[in-house]
């Protein structure tokens, strides 16, 4: 039966990070449009506001990896890099001082590889913006992804004097055959020591990115990697599902299609790590994500205040979303913003004194109301209809998966099952009034299993 299931609903879908999606991005908002928004919502909202910088250097490419990256083992970039960041980060102290005034409740590192800099250029490139801002000490989360192949004690060190308190330790598969295929070579003993050493440190929260449906894995070695990453406790564990989109990462060719685990193959992967996880004490949140409950994702789950943007599922509910680096991309209730993902162009929109617009998207009314209903199902597998309407084009729409006891339509709302979860992407569509409206005519979303 499950079979028969994965293999209907294993289609192309969004991973509804956001709403709009970006392939659906049409009305481009312009730097000073994008500053109004962010400053109409600072000055509204007292629920304080996001940083996300990315870092897009990386030393070797993992072939699994679906993200902006720049491959590059001259750490001669860091420096300049660092001051690009900077005088970013200075023109919205300019343009914005709200952000200066509205309490800073999440700094977020990611890439490539943050620990691509060394631990004096975090704290060149970090220590003014921590000085700079209005930190919410009760609440405030400062965290990092890293590869613990990359990562020094000095680092998380020197991260630990800026009050971070999270790392989010890259580690997709134990097994030495499926890491020689994505190019990823990490003894356990790496992953164990650092783990060990942000303890140590203060780290309150340790997480394990973990993927499921690489080359060559197998029941075999998603149950020994399962049980390796239980043993060793984190705080959180991400288990995502490999994201094949070779017409946009063309690395991803270089695996073989029979190498790759195939829908109900692939899914039953997860199922196996999500039985070690769930008998381990740890609690499923949202969608790919696990946390022990005494951790603030699973107490957020709990209490109805998870929430979900382009960084993934966090505890923390902000109208802001700023976004510095290459290709970064920033948020708010109003409107999308994404950075020049070419390099040389970030720089030269910098060093003009501009803010490095490359795109965006000024979300309609009806785009702000069903972003809200895709939140809500994304993060309470549950949602509210708008109208008698709504909900009986939502009975037409989604009469398969009811039909097949995966969601249930009850009290005006669309509920998603426990059977139903695997397939939360495939709900979620039926709110995406700009997908159903025009089908993309080549691929542009993974599968949704």
Known sequence: MIKNLLAKYDVPAPRYTSYPTVPYWETNPTRDQWVSHLKTTLQKSDGGWSLYVHIPFCETLCTFCGCNNIITKSHSKESPYVDMLIKEWDLYKQQVPELLKAPLKHIHLGGGTPTFLSAESLLRLLTPIVNDCNLDKEHFEGSIEVDPRRTTPDQLKALRTLGFNRVSMGVQDFNPEVQRLVNRIQPLEITAELSQAARELG?????????????????ESIRETAEATVKLRPDRIALYSFALVPWIKP????????????????????????????????????????????????????EKRLHRNFMGYTDQRTDVLLGLGVSSISET?????????????????????????????????????????????????????????????????????????????????????????????????????????????????????
């Open 203 to 219: 780290y309150t929260s340790v997480n394990f990115d973990l993927i499921y449906g690489l080359a060559k894995q197998t029941a």
């Open 333 to 449: 209730p109003y409107s999308f913003h994404q950075n020049e993902k070419v390099l040389p162009l970030y720089e030269q929109a910098i060093n003009d004194g501009l803010l490095p617009t490359m795109r965006g998207h000024i979300l309609t009314e009806e785009d702000q109301i069903r972003r809200r209903q895709i939140l809500k199902l994304m993060t309470e597998f549950e949602v509210e209809f708008l109208s008698e309407d709504q909900e009986q084009k939502a009975t037409e729409f989604l009469t398969e998966m009811i039909k097949d006891n995966l969601l249930v339509i009850k009290d005006h709302k669309l509920v998603v099952l426990e059977a139903g979860r695997p397939f939360l992407r495939n709900a979620c569509v039926f709110f995406d009034e700009r997908l159903k409206t025009k089908q993309p005519q080549t691929k542009i979303f993974s599968q949704s299993i």
């Open 251 to 302: 690395a991803q060719r270089l695996f073989k299609d029979e190498d790759l685990p195939k829908a109900a193959e692939k899914r039953e992967l997860y199922e196996i790590a999500r039985g070690i996880l769930l008998k381990a004490g740890y609690v499923e949140v949202g969608m790919d994500h696990f946390a022990l409950p005494t951790d603030n994702l699973s107490i957020a789950m709990d």
